[in-house]
């Protein structure tokens, strides 16, 4: 599976875009029990409650994850075979919880986190991939934005909160934006939890966390191309990941 040209041309002008059934109903499933099989306590209003962090270490399924093949694909466009994992989180939110507020966006320029488009391709550096485990609604809360926000010319001002649009996801739809977008967390209003897990990848070249929080997940038995995908960020000496 990869990016349709519709799908290219929306990440492009949006800053983000759903591709829907990037995973199969075993996978939805798999990775669900795994955040079961944690036993945390029910999330609360703090965002830290929400967050579930060192995620790669607390089961195969979230580390089979981070090299799956649609997501090689989103990555190869954005970054080409020069890519990296940053970090790694899941998101559990209770009915009626909050996230992050409006934050993000071009303005001021942050190298970590840029968006251009050049010589026909998108560019980017830090990149989200959020798989949706549950259905994210229209009206539900969840994920939002204000598209096209990462070519914006300016910061963002008083009373921008007013364009942010929802996303809505279904159980398995891959969720891709640059963080060079002013995005936010809507107040969630979905039936249950909402649950999502969300990768974020940099260039070879660049870093937006420590690279020292992934050093343990090198103890895994990992694959070849899964360890290229922990390397530290590099110039002169990052391997391609294919």
Not at 132 to 159: E, K, W, Y
Not at 189 to 202: D, F
Request: with cysteine; hydrophobic share 40%.
């Amino acid at each position: 599976m990869s990016l349709t040209d519709l799908q290219r041309y929306e990440l492009d002008v949006r800053g983000f875009v759903v591709v829907p059934g990037g995973l199969d109903g075993e996978e939805v499933a798999a990775l669900r029990d795994a955040v079961g099989a944690l036993d945390l306590p029910p999330a609360a209003d703090d965002i830290w409650s929400q967050r579930v962090n060192d995620l790669l270490l607390r089961g195969q399924p979230f580390v089979d994850l981070l090299d799956h093949p649609l997501a090689l694909s989103v990555l190869g466009e954005v970054h080409g075979p020069a890519t990296r994992l940053d970090h790694a989180y899941a998101i559990r939110m209770s009915p009626s919880t909050a996230g992050l507020g409006l934050h993000g966006g071009a303005v001021p320029w942050d190298p970590s986190q840029y968006y251009v488009h050049d010589r026909g391709r998108p560019r980017a550096g830090l990149v989200t991939l959020s798989w949706a485990l549950v259905d994210q609604p229209a009206g539900g809360g969840g994920f939002g934005c204000i598209p096209g926000s990462h070519r914006a010319g300016t910061g963002l001002p008083a009373g921008a909160e007013a364009l942010v649009v929802e996303v809505p996801v279904h159980a398995g739809d891959l969720l891709v934006f640059t963080e060079a977008l002013a995005h936010c967390t809507v107040p969630w209003r979905g039936p249950g939890e909402r649950l999502a897990v969300l990768y974020k990848y940099s260039p070879g070249s660049s870093a937006w966390s420590d690279w020292e929080h992934l050093r343990p997940v090198l103890d895994l038995p990992l694959t070849d191309r899964q360890r290229r995908l922990l390397q530290p960020p590099s110039v002169g000496y990052f391997q391609p990941v294919w």
